[in-house]
């Protein structure tokens, strides 16, 4: 027997039998930690964020468990680039809108996420994303704009979604309805540099990105929270998934001079192609922070021909998925 399976528990998930690190977080806690033990940790800058956040007990696909999900020590990449609207349409559900820049100019993401410390244990996470205007009435497309590209309040429909472990995996794609799978993963930041690379089937590259970290500002913990919405169907309904980011130092930079994304072959790099990206026009990383995944809920979403109808009548400018 590896040392690798030792190390290993196997849990249920939905009656799904997944490995997880043995004595990790979820392992030990099941989702419902000891914050004081957390904020132990050297790698944890504080928990205050958490304790105004009470989980709750929910029904899920994959079981009952508690709400939200906490990441403890974050760390996020996003590359954002200009796509003609007609290319994001033809990836969207009718449904759904792509938020624009300019009348046929919608924002498109390459997305990185290392979770230290996190309830389900470490892992590493990427995405190809679409902002998209948020399944509701009675707002300005504008502030929708302004309000994606500061990362306080995003709507998006994510194409790919890879990750490094297995309950990841599971959870993300039965529990969250979100296109994931496991694949090879890496994903490092710091104050200086920013790497990552997602492995294809063969080993390969699918997606790679190396950059010069953004300079980095610090925020006392809850002065910045951001809230990200995505949108998935979960057995043909459509929900949504609020996640709430705590900044703790991040940096932004719309010169991406520095900024080498390496399209390969995969999964991610065929979707990433049929958005028919332009350019980038703006670089993000947050070296630190903390993070709150909700489960999704039912969502009203306008059906597609109404969708359609409101998006011919727009005439100015305005502010899921293959799963496995």
Same mark, same amino acid.
């Given at each position: ?53 009470? %989980?709750? %007990? ?61 309830? &389900? ?8 994303? &679409? ?35 297995? &309950? ?109 990206? %332009? ?46």
């Amino acid at each position: 027997m590896s040392s690798t399976q030792q190390d290993t528990v196997k849990v249920d998930l939905g009656g799904r039998a997944v490995t997880v690190p043995k004595g990790g977080l979820y392992d030990r806690y099941r989702m419902a930690p000891d914050l004081d033990a957390i904020a132990r940790d050297p790698r944890v800058s504080g928990v205050d964020f958490f304790r105004r956040l009470p %989980k709750t %007990k929910v029904d899920s696909p994959i079981g009952a468990t508690l709400t939200p999900n906490f990441y403890y020590a974050v760390s996020t990449a996003r590359l954002t680039m200009l796509a003609p609207s007609r290319a994001i349409r033809g990836r969207l559900p009718g449904e759904l809108a792509p938020l624009e820049v300019a009348p046929g100019l919608g924002l498109v993401s390459v997305m990185f996420f290392r979770y230290e410390v996190c309830d &389900i244990d470490f892992y590493t996470e990427a995405a190809v994303g &679409i902002a998209v205007k948020p399944a509701r009435h009675g707002r300005l497309g504008f502030v929708d704009l302004v309000a994606a590209l500061k990362n306080e309040h995003l709507a998006s429909y994510v194409l790919s979604l890879p990750v490094s472990t297995e &309950i990841a995996q599971v959870r993300g794609h039965d529990g969250y309805g979100f296109p994931k799978w496991v694949t090879g993963l890496d994903v490092d930041i710091d104050a200086h540099r920013t790497t990552a690379r997602v492995a294809n089937d063969a080993g390969g590259v699918d997606l790679a990105l190396t950059a010069s970290t953004p300079r980095q500002r610090a925020h006392p913990s809850g002065e910045r929270v951001g809230s990200l919405t995505s949108y998935t169907t979960i057995d043909g309904a459509w929900h949504s998934t609020l996640s709430q980011t705590n900044v703790l130092s991040a940096g932004t930079t719309r010169s991406t001079r520095g900024v080498a994304l390496q399209v390969g072959e995969g999964r991610m790099a065929d979707d990433l192609r049929s958005l028919r990206p %332009k350019r980038a026009i703006q670089f993000d990383v947050m070296t630190e922070g903390q993070l709150a995944l909700h489960m999704p809920v039912p969502t009203s979403v306008p059906s597609a021909s109404s969708a359609l109808s409101a998006s011919s009548a727009l005439s100015a400018p305005s502010a899921q998925s293959r799963n496995k």
